[in-house]
């Protein structure tokens, strides 16, 4: 048979499966053929050729193995209850073993007084130490050499109902092999790329990730099949964006006309900084390509992404389109638009607003100016997006921090014209650039890596709330010289009455301790308007205090203000902390972030605030980030996610590689563009199997 053949052969016709245990292997693990089966690897190996003694036995350890006699056994309980007890030495101290089924299979196997090498895990319970299930095998039989390490598999309950324990699964896998023995599996990769990023061969590697015989195997094994899983998940992301750029064709914004030239020369109220120059001129190609554009534009909080986002509106304007700017709050989308409108007085383009609090007569106005033509740049919230809204002739829409927005949204966009528009995503949240160019693989992603000229690094400090009469007085010598702060509290749910009762309590306490200036306050409950107010309020400086919930984490820009308090900071993640952190140091003036905590704090949670208070780099928190929750829960990556798991490699630890990978794909895409050169066959036949398994991806994102 060739292997090919075999490995795509049901595992319900390997020996010792079988039809019922095939099923349950599909239902819990999704492993439905032999090449599934060889693929389920192994989560940790055990060194055989390691033997503990019962006296170096200590609480923590995963797995040991012992060398001694059992001296005795002892059977317990009744019927249901029964358990086969057994004690063991082994010169140095005794433990028990446990069994409650196969009692009459294990007493008749093992013999009292001959000596064996156990495999087991160590339960400490009442001062000794515990084995359930043990494995035990003659010392006479044991040879370590020949299987230095012992694969562990995950199972289930299921599938150790069914006779799948880990131990059995490594039979089913040696089994499978054997299968195999004349006909190697196919090698996946090219053998120029092999070579060039020096990689075991596919057939070694499979079996010695799961029987290896010394460390050097394993990792050389580890090291190849983390590459072709990284190489073809760049593949397919590469080939998906390569694709799909072929397929929609965009606008033409081959102009540079009136709107952006007097904007350059007459508005931009400060010089670019490189990289939003950079990033322009990014856009401007794309733009004028006659390819569609989606390009992610991540820059960290007060990197001036608004500044390039309007450029970017003013050329689609330039070349007769219209241009939507889509925020995911009403407050963000009022203060873009009075920025954007205040920025583009004097230019021939009439900037409007959209959100829910957009009613009546003036929402007519809106509809009708955006539907004829006149209205050149819309500014709003989901609003935006509802069917009521007709553009004569959308070109471009810009959405401004993107993880608001779910990919269903995003979607609804496409049909807001015949051709879809450009689409300009805009992000600070900050991820790993190996995670971007992979959770967003398919969008090209333009970083502005650089703040603006003078800004100050916001210095971090890490207050006790028992202990805060040095964070008063700070606060005061800032507000002193004219400054402004923000307070600011958690609220998980809007409705939960205790966080809202902290607020008021803060609040209360803002007004007492700082008589002398005014304090606002600002929170979801809110109606739009009174929240509009606040802020602008806050804006114009006539409050100088404004205690606030996470309303404000996103987007907010208030230069003046120079101090970000954020009380119960325990509650937060670093993202958010990050971000909250970022509304303050957005001029020129140095400005504090105090984080406010009890006293009880968890390892992680001194971790996260150790981290805050160390570094104002992005990109590093969003990497530790990563390392404390794991790439799962990384905001607003959940939507999107791989296109297809990961089995060995990691996306935060194998970063490098993740480059490595990358390369190499491009390298394969680039020299065969049409997908059938014959060095090539293996790649594309692996990339379709693999696609019809489980890719998945979504139009925008
Ligand atoms: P973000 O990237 O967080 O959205 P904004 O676009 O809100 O940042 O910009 C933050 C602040 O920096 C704003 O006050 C903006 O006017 C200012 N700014 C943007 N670009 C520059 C620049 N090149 N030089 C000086 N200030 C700038
Ligand atoms: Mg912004």
Redesign the pocket.
């Known amino acids: 048979m060739a292997s090919s053949a075999f490995l795509q052969q049901d595992i319900a016709y390997l020996k010792g499966i079988g039809p019922a245990r095939a099923k349950v292997l599909l239902s819990e693990l999704g492993i439905r053929t032999v090449r599934d089966l060889l693929y389920t690897f192994p989560y940790k190996y055990v060194d055989r050729t390691v033997v503990h003694t019962v006296s170096q036995v200590h609480e923590g350890m995963p797995y040991v193995q012992l060398k001694g006699k059992i001296i005795g056994y002892e059977l317990e309980g009744q019927g249901r209850k029964q358990r086969l007890k057994a004690t063991f030495f082994d010169g140095t101290g005794y433990v028990e073993f446990v069994w409650f089924n196969g009692v009459k299979y294990v007493e008749k196997s093992y013999k009292v007084g001959r000596e064996y090498v156990v495999l087991g895990k160590p339960t400490f319970w009442n001062g000794h130490i515990s084995f359930a299930h043990p494995e035990l095998e003659l010392a006479e039989n044991f040879k370590p050499e020949v299987h230095t390490f012992r694969p562990f598999y995950r199972t289930t309950e299921r599938m150790k109902r069914a006779r799948l324990d880990s131990r059995q699964l490594t039979e089913a896998i040696a089994q499978a092999f054997k299968g195999l023995a004349e006909s190697e599996p196919e090698e996946t990769l090219p053998s120029y790329i092999a070579e060039k990023y020096n990689l075991a061969p596919l057939s070694t590697s499979l079996r010695h990730m799961h029987f290896p015989r010394q460390t050097e195997e394993l990792a050389m094994a580890e090291r190849r099949m983390k590459f072709e899983e990284l190489f073809f998940l760049q593949l397919a992301i590469l080939r998906y964006a390569k694709n799909r750029k072929l397929k929609y064709r965009g606008f033409v914004f081959a102009r540079v006309g009136n709107c952006f030239m007097q904007f350059y020369r007459e508005k931009l109220?400060?010089?670019?900084?490189e990289a939003?120059k950079r990033v322009v001129h990014e856009i401007r190609a794309d733009l004028g390509s006659g390819r569609q554009m989606n390009r992610l534009l991540h820059?960290d909080?007060?990197?001036?992404?608004?500044?390039v986002a309007l450029m970017a509106c003013l050329l689609a304007v330039d070349n007769g389109f219209q241009a939507c700017l889509m925020a995911p709050t009403e407050i963000l989308a009022e203060q873009h638009f009075s920025t954007l409108r205040q920025m583009t007085e004097g230019l021939p383009l009439r900037v409007e607003l959209l959100t829910g609090s957009v009613k009546g007569i003036r929402r007519d106005e809106v509809l009708r100016g955006v539907a004829d033509g006149s209205v050149g740049l819309l500014v709003g919230t989901h609003a935006v997006i509802e069917p009521t809204v007709n553009f004569l002739n959308l070109g471009l829409v810009v959405i401004d921090e993107q993880h608001r927005f779910g990919v269903e949204q995003r979607a609804k966009l496409w049909s807001k014209n015949v051709h879809p528009p450009h689409v300009l995503v805009m992000t600070?949240t900050p991820i790993p650039r190996t995670l971007a160019m992979t959770v967003y693989g398919d969008l090209d992603v333009s970083v502005?890596d650089q703040l603006?000229?003078g800004r100050k690094p916001i210095r971090t400090l890490h207050y006790y709330s028992n202990n805060c009469a040095p964070l008063y007085a700070g606060m005061r010598r800032e507000l002193a010289q004219g400054r402004q702060a923000y307070v600011v509290y958690p609220l998980i749910e809007e409705s939960e009455k205790s966080d809202l009762k902290n607020l008021e309590d803060g609040f209360a306490a803002m007004t007492e301790l700082f008589p002398e200036y005014r304090v606002g306050k600002l929170h979801g409950k809110m109606k739009p308007q009174e929240k509009e107010e606040a802020m602008q309020a806050f804006l114009r400086r006539e409050t100088q205090i404004l205690v606030s919930t996470t309303v404000i984490e996103v987007?907010v820009?208030v230069?003046n203000a120079t101090v970000m308090v954020i009380e119960d900071a325990e509650r937060f993640g670093l993202a958010q902390l990050h971000q909250l952190r970022?509304r303050v140091g957005?001029g020129g003036n140095q400005s504090y972030c105090v984080l406010v905590t009890g006293y009880k704090l968890s390892e992680t949670t001194r971790r996260r605030i150790g981290i805050m208070v160390e570094t104002t780099d992005g990109f590093r928190i969003a990497e530790e980030d990563l390392k404390l929750r794991g790439p799962g829960d990384l905001e607003g990556t959940q939507q999107s996610g791989l296109p297809f798991d990961l089995k060995v490699a990691n996306v935060v630890r194998d970063a490098e590689m993740m480059s490595v990978a990358r390369e190499a794909a491009e390298t394969v895409l680039q020299a065969d563009p049409y997908e059938n050169l014959p060095q090539h066959h293996m790649v594309w036949s692996t990339l379709r199997q693999m696609k019809d398994r489980n890719v998945n991806f979504s139009a925008i994102s």
Do not use: D, H
């Not at 109220?269 to 900084?273: K, N, S």
């Open positions: 109220p400060f010089e670019l900084t939003q820059g909080v007060g990197s001036g992404k608004t500044m600070a502005i603006p000229a987007g820009n230069p970022g957005r």
